[in-house]
Every structure is written in structure tokens, then in C-alpha cells.
């Protein structure tokens, strides 16, 4: 079931509820009343792989255990 957004004429709240597509507009959760109206509202963007989040190591990791860079390995 979706979630929905819905405004109440009668007390001026805002308030989301999951309801099926053709059922009935739900109470308003502040006033009780049943004048409530569905809102039109944007869709939430799909989130695919690792954004906004980075898996893994920030710097790749070298294979040979010690320091990587020339500078890092001069004693």
C-alpha cells in the first residue's frame, strides 16, 4: 500500500498515511474530521547502488603491506 499525503479542510493540518488506492480518505489525525483531501506530491527518487554512501576504503589499499608511495617509504 502507498503512502499518501493529505491536507484536512477542516483544521488546515498536513499528514501522510498509507491507504489503498481506492479506499476512502482517511481521519484527520488532529481534528478527527473526515474532510481530509489527497495532496499531490513528488515521488521519492529511486536509490540505486551506494549513493549518497561510499563502500569500501576512501584511498584504494595497496597488495604489498607496506607504504605505497615512494615518499611514505624513505626512512
Do not use: Q, W
Not at 500500500?1 to 488546515?12: E, G, I, Q
Not at 527518487?45 to 584511498?59: E, I, M, S
Not at 604489498?64 to 626512512?75: D, F, H, V
Amino acid at each position: 500500500m502507498p503512502l499518501y499525503d493529505f491536507h484536512c479542510t477542516a483544521c488546515d493540518a498536513d499528514f501522510e498515511e498509507i491507504v489503498k488506492e481506492n479506499a476512502d480518505n482517511p481521519l484527520c489525525p488532529s481534528c478527527g474530521s473526515r474532510a481530509t483531501e489527497r495532496k499531490i506530491a513528488m515521488p521519492a527518487p529511486l536509490k540505486t547502488g551506494a549513493f549518497p554512501f561510499k563502500v569500501g576504503p576512501v584511498r584504494p589499499m595497496s597488495m604489498g603491506g607496506g607504504p605505497s608511495c615512494a615518499s611514505c617509504s624513505k626512512k
